[in-house]
């Protein structure tokens, strides 16, 4: 049970290419999140997905595109990079309980330089 | 939308004393609110979280304190040690169950000293 992997760990683009972060979750949970974190900022929320099927936008969802490819894996793609989107990424998956929302387990996250 | 600030951006004390860090909400339907220690380079995980029908939670050395009138929560750290060194995000939810959607307050790096 690896809970939540993501790929890559680090990757270095030039502005203007294109990427794709991927994530995955063997916990069988519905939910799938994609947050940015950025030294004194916290943690951002780029898009989610609630469930197989959907995806909305979250505070920060300029610049960045997902896909919910089934209920395991939730990918964020960059288009065409900018330096403003140098970051850490993280994908994260929360559990759900009957008395409401539980613990959101994130993965290790990527390391994203745009250069 | 909701907005969480957190308070201090940095906290240094001595080993074997207490810490406190402060998170203000804005949305009052807010009903969840975990606390997620970072160690650098590590990914956030879980160390506590409170619900909105309570108003105080303890594990061993941690505690959180919930006033929903005033829309502010509170982590306690007690008997500090330097493995308690890290950023701390304090969050928070209003959404349904299995959605999980959460607002971040700014971090909060403690630093303890040996």
């Known amino acids: 049970n690896a809970g939540v992997t993501q790929t890559p760990k680090f990757q270095v683009l030039k502005t203007g290419q294109s990427m794709t972060l991927q994530c995955a979750q063997d916990m069988n949970h519905n939910s799938m999140y994609w947050y940015r974190q950025d030294p004194g900022m916290g943690l951002r929320l780029i898009y989610y997905?609630?469930?197989?099927?959907?995806?909305d936008k979250g505070e920060v969802p300029n610049g960045y595109n997902v896909s919910r490819l089934n209920k395991r894996e939730f990918s964020l793609r960059l288009e065409s990079a900018a330096p403003s989107q140098t970051s850490v990424y993280f994908c994260a998956s929360p559990s759900g309980t009957s008395g409401g929302v539980s613990e959101q387990y994130f993965g290790p996250g990527t390391r994203l330089t745009v250069t | 939308g909701e907005n969480v600030e957190q308070h201090p951006s940095t906290l240094s004390v001595q080993e074997g004393d207490s810490a406190v860090i402060k998170c203000t909400y804005s949305d009052s339907a807010s009903n969840y609110f975990p606390w997620y220690k970072q160690e650098l380079g590590k990914r956030p995980q879980l160390i506590i979280d409170i619900r909105s029908n309570v108003g105080e939670k303890k594990d061993q050395r941690i505690a959180v304190t919930l006033n929903k009138t005033a829309k502010h929560f509170s982590l306690h750290i007690t008997e500090t040690q330097p493995e308690d060194s890290a950023v701390y995000f304090c969050a928070a939810s209003k959404t349904p169950r299995n959605t999980g959607k959460l607002i971040f307050g700014q971090g909060t790096t403690l630093q303890v000293k040996p």
């Open positions: 997905s609630a469930s197989e099927g959907t995806t």
